[in-house]
């Protein structure tokens, strides 16, 4: 298995509750490295470009509203199958379908506020860190 670095969002959702810290632990928890981190804030530009494979959704408009509601914490993790082994710590999209002890199921409030997002290959991967970090910031 290779070692391999995806690129989260703690969404505003977690930010508003304070649970950065929580969810941070069980990302550790599942063997993930949080390698780089920063608290920023989403412009409309920026999460109409980090989210436009959805914009034909009808759910975009209330997407974008809500990633720009507040602000966010974005990381690179770094582990073995990092990208689909944070797609598992994260649970299904829709809180109501994940498992137990998924940051979904443990924290999100619903399916628009389902605080946390993860990488979903690896090319995607490789683009989202890009836009959010430069290389010095992230430290393996
Ligand atoms: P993410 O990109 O945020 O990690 O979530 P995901 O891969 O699990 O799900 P995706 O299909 O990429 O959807 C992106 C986000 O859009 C919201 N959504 N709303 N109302 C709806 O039917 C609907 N479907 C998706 C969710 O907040 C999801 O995380
Ligand atoms: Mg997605």
Redesign the pocket.
């Known amino acids: 298995m290779a070692i391999e670095h995806t690129f989260s969002i703690l969404k505003p959702d977690a930010t508003r509750r304070n649970l950065t810290g929580a969810i941070n632990a069980l990302i550790e928890k599942a063997g993930l490295r949080i390698i780089a981190q920063k608290r920023v804030r989403f412009t409309r530009e920026q999460a109409e470009t980090f ?1 436009a494979v ?1 914009k034909a959704r009808p ?1 975009f408009g209330e ?1 974008v509203d809500t990633m720009i509601s507040g602000p966010v914490v974005v990381q690179v993790l770094e582990g073995e199958d990092a990208i689909k082994k944070y797609r598992d710590v ?1 649970g299904a ?1 829709d809180p109501a379908k994940a498992d137990p002890g998924t940051i979904r199921k443990e924290f999100a409030v619903s ?2 506020e ?1 605080s946390a ?2 990488s ?1 290959a690896p090319e995607t991967a490789a683009v989202e860190i890009a836009q959010w970090f430069s290389g010095n910031e992230i430290v393996g």
């Open positions: 989210y959805h759910f997407l994260l999209t399916l628009g389902n997002h993860g979903d």
